[in-house]
């Protein structure tokens, strides 16, 4: 007879058995699955290819217990019987994705309401499933080379062998003979396929290898940096500094102390754009490249960038805020540059805070965090008074370079020529500027020529048709184009509203016409044209930097990727076209942005030996955010926003989130809304807002309404909406995206 302990519970069977398994597709949680057999059972984190359907899908072991605060959390579905349960097919020879991530996926997940699945894919987007193969190359054959007939070309191919493998193509150069010549010589065995060595591109970072000497206030932040990392556990803290002060050379130190620990780091920054003068800088620090992470990287490079962090051999990751998703092994340090700035929002498919989910990344890896910024943002402000985040602060410019002298420039009492943009005031001063053999850059937050063409006859607007949007008009490229959808047409001979001919003109400027009038202007100047669109690679950007630091630029004109970190050290003067141009629309955060752009706009002057001057071309001096320019008070400015904020529960005092309804027409639109409006919760001290129609009431042909949530800080959002939204039905046109924390108010 069978002793009775053999026998197991059956409860302990089940959940032995029944292996959560995480895929990349939108279901509310895990899927259950069974092991590949009874003495293989995988660990969480595993990546493993299950049958789904038909299909066949790669997907994560997952976690049993979320580690989710309950708040957060989703309720569990039902589950399913345990006979009904498919076996995972194979396991994946890969290592195991960590437990940090894992929570954090979930976590990110719970917070901005999206199913985890969809957060795993941001997770996997470079992680190559198939077996690498590995690329075979060339090295010496069976046959000895005394028993052929010999030619110069044979022979140079053969003079040209390394020790390791070398691929076709670079034996083919190095030996200048053709691909048909090395393939005859592997026909008669004279050479022989071997797999490539893998590319050495992840080499040792050395944290001695150019350390700056720092100033004594320096060095004392520096030292604190140091601590942080040392401590081994959870710290966030503000590094505040004006631009120049450095910053980005006392994080470095953070970073080498994590090296020394032989630990990962990340660095995100808001623009990819800035990577190459940062890596640029980082491996004259560290004598070997940091890995660079972003949307624009190559495929190949991506698949080998993910492993090399799973692996363990990427020690340092610079990126746009994708790189919070990739598999860090034993992360030491997170660095967000720029903290402020709002191009950390991610605001299509999963909408995440960069910034914020970088602290919560921290939080669960349990390391520190630095968050780094001339002018910070309030949420980070707030959370240095509330005792949240420490609070260190570098005073000077680096050198005792000078701040720059900000100038107000009334363009009421200042006003340019008819048709142009820029004041007297401002041209002769760039003229002076050139006089002394130095650089001076205008700054006009606005692509293209014009951003309206209205008819002189009729008053008609060329508009987008997908979008309330107006249309600009890009000159260069002939046309008219949507900045929010991309739809394209071109300019019209006549008025499509009352048909008058040679009656379209353009209104305002954009940098094209900014361009225009420099070059009529300044005939004899080097203009260089630093925008989005004219920046388009890394390598574009790259030599941009390059012609600027060689002087063999007079004049910069740029979009706001010329506000970003730079480091030009001829540049003295900064003309900013229009000052007024973010103030207005109903954002929340509009002063504070402004203020932010602007005085980082500003602190591209003046950062080496001469002194730097800004002029601000305004007709609203009299606003408190032109009067923080000035001053360069931002911690009283930042003081004044709390005071508006503070008291009707605005973030960061409050917690909000939208709800974008949006249909494929109008009637659809409202009606969804109305319905969501209907069954709003009421619940004291949360307030609901609207439903109102969108500024941005059509976009990309799709109509839409938002609704406003608002609660106090400690009243957590997402069981509301959960609740909220749980019974809701919509059609296969109608969609309700959800939002929390949002930046933009479009
Ligand atoms: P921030 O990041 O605050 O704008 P940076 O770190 O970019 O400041 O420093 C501004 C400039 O001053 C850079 O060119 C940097 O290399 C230089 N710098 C700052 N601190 C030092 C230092 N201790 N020794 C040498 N150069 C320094
Ligand atoms: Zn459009």
Request: glycine share 8%.
């Amino acid at each position: 007879m069978m002793p009775e302990t053999l026998v197991e519970p059956k409860d302990e069977r089940e959940s032995r058995e029944r292996l959560p398994v995480l895929l990349p597709l939108p279901f509310p949680g895990p899927l259950d699955y069974l092991p590949p057999s009874a003495d293989d059972i995988p660990e969480p984190g595993t990546l493993v290819r299950v049958p789904l359907g038909r299909r066949e899908e790669t997907g994560c072991v997952w976690d049993v217990d979320s580690t989710v605060p309950p708040d957060l959390a989703a309720p569990p579905g039902p589950a399913i019987d345990i006979r009904r349960l498919r076996p995972i097919r194979a396991t994946l020879d890969i290592p195991r994705l960590p437990q940090s991530l894992r929570r954090f996926v979930d976590w990110l997940a719970a917070y901005t309401l999206t199913p985890p699945g969809l957060v795993l894919a941001m997770a996997l987007r470079a992680c190559n499933t198939d077996t690498p193969r590995p690329t075979l190359g060339w090295t010496r054959g069976e046959t000895d080379p005394a028993d052929i007939r010999m030619t110069p070309a044979r022979a140079r191919v053969l003079g040209a062998l390394g020790n390791a493998p070398r691929s076709t193509g670079d034996l083919a150069s190095l030996a200048d003979a053709s691909p048909a010549v090395i393939r005859g010589m592997a026909a008669i065995g004279l050479l022989r396929e071997a797999p490539l060595p893998p590319e050495a591109h992840f080499a040792t970072l050395d944290p001695a290898f150019n350390p700056p000497v720092l100033s004594p206030g320096q060095a004392e932040v520096a030292q604190e940096l140091r601590a942080g990392v040392d401590a081994r556990c959870f710290s966030a803290t503000l590094l505040e500094g004006v631009t120049g002060s450095g910053k980005t050379e006392v994080y470095l130190e953070a970073v080498a102390e994590a090296l020394r620990q032989g630990r990962q780091v990340l660095v995100l920054l808001p623009e990819i754009a800035l990577s190459a003068q940062w890596a640029e800088r980082f491996t004259k620090r560290f004598g070997a490249q940091a890995a660079i992470w972003h949307s624009d990287l190559g495929t190949k490079r991506r698949r080998i960038t993910w492993r090399a962090v799973l692996d363990g051999q990427a020690r340092v990751v610079v990126g746009a805020r994708s790189a919070l998703f990739l598999p860090f092994v034993d992360l030491g340090l997170i660095v967000v540059d720029e903290e402020h700035d709002t191009a950390f929002k991610q605001e299509d498919g999963v909408t995440y805070h960069g910034r914020d989910m970088a602290v919560v990344r921290a939080r669960l890896a349990d390391v520190p965090i630095v968050l780094a910024s001339a002018t910070p943002s309030l949420e980070t402000v707030a959370n240095v008074e509330a005792g949240r985040y420490r609070h260190l602060h570098l005073a000077d410019r680096h050198g005792g370079a000078l701040m720059p002298d900000v100038e107000l420039l009334d363009m009421r009492t200042h006003p340019p020529e008819r048709g142009l943009f820029l004041s007297p005031v401002l041209t002769d001063a760039i003229e002076q500027s050139f006089a002394r053999g130095e650089q001076a850059m205008l700054f006009l937050n606005r692509r293209g020529y014009a951003p309206l063409t209205l008819c002189r006859a009729c008053g008609f607007r060329m508009e987008c048709p997908n979008c309330s949007a107006w249309l600009v008009e890009h000159r260069v490229r002939h046309e008219l184009a949507c900045h929010h959808c991309g739809h394209t047409e071109p300019m019209p001979p006549t008025c499509p509203g009352c048909q008058a001919e040679n009656s379209l003109v353009p209104i305002g400027p954009g940098i094209e016409r900014i361009l225009e009038e420099s070059r009529a202007r300044f005939p004899d100047a080097r203009i260089l044209v630093m925008a989005s669109d004219t920046l388009g690679s890394s390598q574009a950007t790259a030599e941009a930097v390059r012609q600027i630091s060689a002087r063999e630029v007079d004049l910069i004109i740029g979009t706001q990727i010329v506000a970003k970190g730079w480091h030009f050290p001829h540049l003295t003067l900064v003309g900013v076209v229009d000052a007024d141009l973010g103030l207005g629309g109903g954002d929340l955060r509009a002063a504070e942005r402004t203020v932010q752009l602007l005085h980082q706009v500003a602190g591209r002057a003046g950062r080496a030996e001469a002194p730097g001057h800004v002029f601000l071309q305004s007709y609203v001096c009299e606003h408190p955010v032109m009067k923080a320019l000035v001053s360069g008070d931002y911690q009283g400015f930042l003081a004044q926003e709390a005071a508006q904020r503070r008291p009707g529960f605005w973030p960061p005092y409050g917690r909000l989130a939208a709800l974008i309804v949006s249909a494929h027409t109008a009637e659809a639109a409202d009606r969804l809304a109305r319905t969501i409006g209907e069954h709003a919760p009421r619940i004291p001290g949360v307030q609901i807002l609207g439903p109102a129609p969108a500024p941005l009431a059509l976009l990309r042909g799709r109509h839409r309404r938002r609704l406003l949530l608002r609660a106090p800080r400690n009243i957590a959002v997402q069981p509301i909406l959960r609740h909220w939204l749980a019974g809701l039905r919509t059609a296969s046109q109608e969609k309700v995206e959800i939002d929390i924390d949002p930046v933009s108010f479009l």
